[in-house]
């Protein structure tokens, strides 16, 4: 049966690809974005891939004086739940602006609470992420893995989790999913929505992607003397479709009677790429070429971890289903047919 579902942060890289998960099969979305990290085009091109309509709210979570509005546009959209992604993204900003980004992601995920409440639809897929586990956890890592996030932009996803379950303890009202990303690349296959950071990308994909189409020279490689198997940092990369396949998967989850409390999932598939081998596949797909350079280790990066996705598998019947070639191929395509974004 289709839901109604609000996605904080819907105009995003990972929130476009669930807008377009969640509507292609019926359901009805409304959208909370401030496009701080979006572009409104990204929104029509939502519209034209799912072939439904959407509700679009352009208000800031983290904004006082937006919560009213925002409130007042949940209850009137009578939700079944929301998926919240909403918040501020990079690693190495977190670490120089700590406080924006505790008032934030903390406010935002706040306000998205208040509203649920508001509208009384106590369900909710929060947009957690595989940081949250910082480093001497053997792979692969299960949900029961320490978490102990290294950095402000990890914990701040930390606390939300933590938050969201002190909710379900206290009313067993609330339904909650946290959703323990690893690392999302790739792009629709149409190559009309992808990733679009702005400035510098942080992240090995969007970087690499701007390499081969020669936006970028090319790409440091930070460090090649991790006790991996060639000295480069392993990551569990997940294609963005079937990361929002998980978003659904997780709605579905939430709807059953049976489902009470909070629980943390991992989405990732559940083996490792080093990055020279990821560099390998990019030149594959894109068939350019990708010179980098061998660099100092990046501050706060860990050798290697991916993914037990076996609890995704049995609550969720989820699985990765894409191949790294895929990965590539799609944020290729992207990249190549949008070399500078959603801006025109
Ligand atoms: C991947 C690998 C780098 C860039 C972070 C966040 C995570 C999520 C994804 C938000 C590492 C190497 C990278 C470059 C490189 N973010 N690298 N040169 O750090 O695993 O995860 O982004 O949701 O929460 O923690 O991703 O893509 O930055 O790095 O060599 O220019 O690529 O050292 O081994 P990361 P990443």
Redesign the pocket.
Known sequence: MSQRVVVAGGAGY?GSHVCVELMSRGDQVLIIDDFSNAHPEAVERIRELSDNDLTLLHRDLADPAHKDDIIKAVTSFKPDGAIHLAGL???GESVAEPARYYRVNIGSALTMIEALEAANAKTIVF?S???VYGEGNPNPVNEAGNTAPT?P??RT?YFIEEMLKDLAKGDPEWRVVNLR?????GAHPSGRIGEDPNGI?????P??AQVAVGKREK?????ND?PTRDG????DYIHVCDLAKGHAAALDFLAQESSTGATDINLGAGRGY??LE?VAAFKRASNREIPYEI?P??D???AE?YADASRAESLLDWRAEKTIDEMCADHWRWQSQNPNGYKS
């Open positions: 990972i993204k990079a690693v947009s992420s595989a940081t950095n932009y990890g996803k990303y690893f690392n999302p690349v990308p942080n992240n090995l994909f970087f690499m790409l440091s490689v930070f460090g991790y480069s940092g392993v990551r080093s990055v990821a660099t280790r990046r706060g990066d860990i971890i």
